[in-house]
């Protein structure tokens, strides 16, 4: 058996649990947007401040929220608010200030934080949901 199936699941038990409510999935899609923003503005310093260990640990916490965004939502749209609200603030702190000031360095750790956190985005974008739709299509269950 493979170890993952054991922490994630297999495709057959996410399609098989049910989806929550149309309201409870709307206000995890909000929760878990401000996870990603304040995810976002902690792992921007955490990174910074414990090289190479604070980028680990500011990945880690870019995983826990998308994947805990998927889980929660069941859709991949839990996982889209985490990653909108982590990019936004990614977009702003990026951005150099006219006083010639800046959060995010172009040092090899910012870099490796905002290359690492798409990659795991994608990653868990990969996995599969309890979402009935696909591509807007109803999916025929048996």
């Not at 409870?24 to 990603?36: K, M, P, S, T």
């Not at 985490?82 to 603030?89: E, I």
């Not at 000031?101 to 905002?114: G, P, Q, R």
């Not at 739709?133 to 269950?141: C, D, E, L, T, V």
């Amino acid at each position: 058996m493979n170890p993952l199936h054991s922490l994630l699941g297999t495709r057959a038990q996410r399609l098989a649990e049910p989806l929550p409510a149309r309201r409870l999935r709307i206000a995890c899609y909000v929760v878990v947007f401000v996870l990603g923003v304040l995810d976002a503005l902690c792992g921007c310093f955490v990174q910074a401040l414990w090289s190479p260990w604070g980028l680990l640990l500011a990945l880690a916490g870019n995983a826990a929220v998308f994947y805990g965004g998927v889980r929660v939502s069941g859709t991949k749209l839990g996982l889209a608010a985490g990653l909108v609200g982590w990019l936004l603030v990614m977009f702003v702190l990026l951005a150099p200030r006219p006083e010639g000031d800046f959060v995010l360095s172009a040092a090899a750790t910012s870099y490796a934080y905002l290359l690492g956190g798409l990659a795991i985005g994608l990653g868990v974008g990969l996995l599969p949901t309890r979402s009935p739709y696909a591509f807007g299509i109803p999916r025929q269950r048996d």
